[in-house]
């Protein structure tokens, strides 16, 4: 048996939960550091995941670094996990979210034990869906995350935190009962909950109790909530907004992209006939996300709620990107959310330092802050560079891979208007983030906070690393394109491609 990578990174946070849960006598700090370790060592492991990953064309969509044990024989359930190109970066993306939230949450101090102990266990949760290979395995993962997320806003979170949690919770268990009927289908009409011989069934061939039409929408409304797909949106801006910064930071930088890859794993390589099929209405959907959280966005004036609304918009390009059905364009979708989770955790953990320096999040009450909070400043401007998809940024290389391969895309009719149509994002992106620059970080210096501090050394630390991969992917997309192509090449395949 190889070496169990993907268990270890998946369960060494339930571990490092357990022991800050049942040790009594750890103090806060010592705490912090078993996080710290908890986390540390999966984002180790999966560096060398990434290093290992054999990527050479002849594996394209094979399962790497498996794991498959018998689990509920009764119902043929296995523990399976595994990863491809396309699993892999989200893998990578959960073990290094999952770490820096451990730094943004270093100034947490009000029932630290509890705390922690949920982030690990979310954690968890999160990189189990993108490991998981059996629809049980996957459901239970896809459903744990809502019990940590409800703890963490209802206890931790601000303003109307317990509304915002029970709405989360409520719109999450609406889709995961659409995920569930969705997987009973299947599992009657083929005996199996193994999601590799799955996407080599011709489920088209199979008499499945429901139509796959309606079958393929079970699955779609299940992962358009998370993503989230308008009009099953309203959850996200209450939940960032009430949040506590560390938790934003994992609902940007993760939690959301549960949705699109669970549509590219399932939605589209279960069912490319009915993918290809509802296209056309599903690029609909997608520029309507995009000009609508653009839009919305331009008039909002608390700053996490402003960021929260960007975010329905950038996830219009993933949804773009995956049903213009063509391999770049699903290359770029899937660049595309690995770049938003590092580009829009920057800004939500740049974003809680200004909270919680200042006291403030209304952005009409703020201004001039860069030159009391200069290192805040340039950080924020960096990350809202990638927002904008200034060149040299992860942001800039996965919209313009989202655009040129939906323009050129043959498959979709009407992918080319679409595309057109969806570029006023990319307008209302700039607009969104130079108002904000302007507001919060320019202009006339405000003496109220001229004792604000600037960041620290533990914030400038994660503050850089963000960054840093922001940058790297952008100059240097190949790090993350090669991987991505091996995964995605085989679903194209089913398109012509």
């Known amino acids: 048996m190889e070496f169990p990578f993907l268990t270890l990174i998946i369960f060494l946070p339930v571990v490092g939960a357990l022991i800050i849960a049942l040790i009594k006598g750890l103090s806060a700090t010592q705490i912090r550091y078993t996080s710290l370790l908890a986390t540390g060592i999966p984002l180790v492991l999966s560096v060398i995941l990434f290093a290992l990953f054999d990527r050479s064309e002849a594996l394209a969509g094979v399962i790497q670094f498996e794991e498959n044990i018998s689990w509920i024989p009764l119902i043929k359930a296995f523990y399976h996990v595994g990863v491809d190109g396309l699993s892999l970066p989200f893998v ?8 820096l939230v451990i730094l943004i949450s270093w100034k947490i101090n009000m029932r630290v034990r509890e705390y922690f102990a949920w982030i690990l266990l979310l954690q968890a949760a999160i990189t189990g869906v993108f490991a998981s290979l059996d629809f049980l395995l996957f459901f239970i993962f896809w459903e744990i995350e809502l019990i940590p997320m409800y703890f963490l806003i209802s206890i931790w979170g601000a303003g109307r935190k317990e509304y915002s949690a029970i709405k989360y919770v409520l719109y999450t268990l609406f889709g995961g009962a659409f995920i569930l009927a969705g997987i009973l289908v299947l599992f009657f009409a083929t005996g199996s909950l193994d999601m590799v011989e799955m996407a080599k069934t011709d489920l088209g061939a199979i008499a499945l109790a429901i139509p796959a039409v309606i079958t393929f929408f079970f699955f779609f409304i299940g992962f358009a909530v998370k993503l989230p797909v308008f009009p099953f949106h309203t959850w996200l ?25 669970a549509m590219l794993r399932i939605n589209v390589t279960m069912f490319p006939d009915v993918s290809e099929l509802w296209a056309p209405m599903l690029l609909g959907l997608a520029v309507i996300n995009i000009v609508y959280g653009g839009a919305v966005t331009l008039k909002q004036t ?24 063509g391999q770049v364009s699903m290359t770029g979708a899937t660049l595309q959310m690995f770049s938003h989770g590092i580009v829009t955790g920057l800004l939500f953990a740049i974003t809680g330092i200004v ?21 805040v400043a340039i950080m ?57 620059l302007q507001r919060v970080f320019f202009g006339q210096r405000l003496e109220k906070f001229d004792g604000v501090k600037d960041a620290d050394r533990v914030e400038k630390t994660f503050g850089v690393i963000f960054i840093g991969l922001m940058f790297l992917v952008g100059v240097f997309p190949t790090v993350l394109t090669d991987i991505i192509n091996t995964g995605i090449s085989p679903i194209t395949s089913l398109f012509g491609g």
Do not use: C
């Open 380 to 436: 924020f401007a960096l990350g809202g560079m990638g927002a904008m998809a200034v060149p040299a940024t992860s942001g800039f290389i996965a919209e313009v891979m989202v655009f040129l391969g939906a323009f050129s895309a043959d498959v979709v009719p009407g992918a080319p208007i679409f595309t057109i149509v969806g570029l006023l994002g990319i307008l209302l992106a700039a607009a969104y983030i130079l108002w904000t």
């Open 92 to 99: 990578i993306l959960s073990a290094l979210i999952g770490f």
């Open 355 to 375: 909270m919680h320096n200042s006291h403030e999040r209304n952005i009409t009450k703020l201004g001039g802050l860069a030159k009391q909070m200069p290192n």
């Open 237 to 261: 801006p209450d939940a960032h907004t009430d949040a506590p910064t560390a938790v934003s930071v994992i609902l940007a930088g993760t939690l959301l992209k549960m949705g699109g890859y």
């Open 302 to 325: 608390d700053i996490k709620r402003l960021i929260a609304y960007s975010s329905i918009s950038h996830m219009g390009f993933v949804l773009l990107g995956i049903f213009a059905l």
